[in-house]
């Protein structure tokens, strides 16, 4: 099949079908954050952990910034986390050119697929793109980088239902 990226580590009997799944959410505009602002990582985070993990219930937010979301998942919901990126991960980094209320916000996103030193990434609010965005990153892309395990707790029969598997 094409687009499988096979994950690293301890996860490497999964794998997901970046291909379909790029296909499927690339470009897609997602809810409303609870301050109004429409699309932008935050907001595509938290969609993606209530639509395609069994951690957020609907209306559940796990709260902060870009920079915050990761450490905050694993804190509030008891989640394992590192500073190494892995896939079928939330990250959040400290870097970032957004400000909020003077001070950085960072950045967050899912990996999807590590495959050596390509980090596979899905995102919003890239570059001024507000959809989601299938990106290739390197590990030294995450300065501060915090990447909280949703692996156990990721609803592969929702994920395979909207790729149409």
């Given at each position: 099949?094409?687009?499988?990226?096979?994950?690293?580590?301890?996860?490497?009997?999964?794998?997901?079908?970046?291909?379909?799944?790029?296909?499927?959410?690339?470009?897609?505009?997602?809810?409303?954050?609870?301050?109004?602002?429409?699309?932008?990582c935050v907001?595509?985070?938290?969609?993606?952990?209530?639509?395609?993990?069994?951690?957020l219930g609907p209306g559940e937010t796990i709260p902060g910034n870009g920079k915050d979301i990761a450490g905050n998942l694993a804190r509030i919901k008891g989640l394992p986390s590192s500073s190494t990126p892995f896939a079928i991960s939330v990250f959040?980094?400290?870097?970032?050119?957004?400000?909020?209320?003077?001070?950085?916000?960072?950045?967050?996103?899912?990996?999807?697929?590590?495959?050596?030193?390509?980090?596979?990434?899905?995102?919003?609010?890239?570059?001024?793109?507000y959809g989601a965005t299938i990106r290739h990153r390197r590990p030294s892309d995450f300065v501060n980088g915090v990447f909280t395990n949703i692996n156990g707790v990721l609803d592969r029969d929702a994920l395979n239902s909207m790729i149409g598997k």
């Open positions: 099949m094409t687009g499988l990226l096979v994950m690293s580590g301890d996860l490497s009997d999964q794998s997901l079908d970046v291909e379909a799944l790029t296909k499927r959410l690339e470009g897609r505009r997602v809810a409303e954050d609870n301050d109004g602002n429409k699309n932008n907001a595509f985070a938290i969609f993606f952990l209530r639509r395609f993990t069994t951690v959040s980094q400290t870097n970032g050119t957004a400000t909020c209320n003077g001070a950085p916000c960072g950045h967050t996103g899912i990996v999807i697929a590590v495959n050596g030193d390509d980090v596979v990434t899905i995102e919003a609010a890239i570059e001024g793109h």
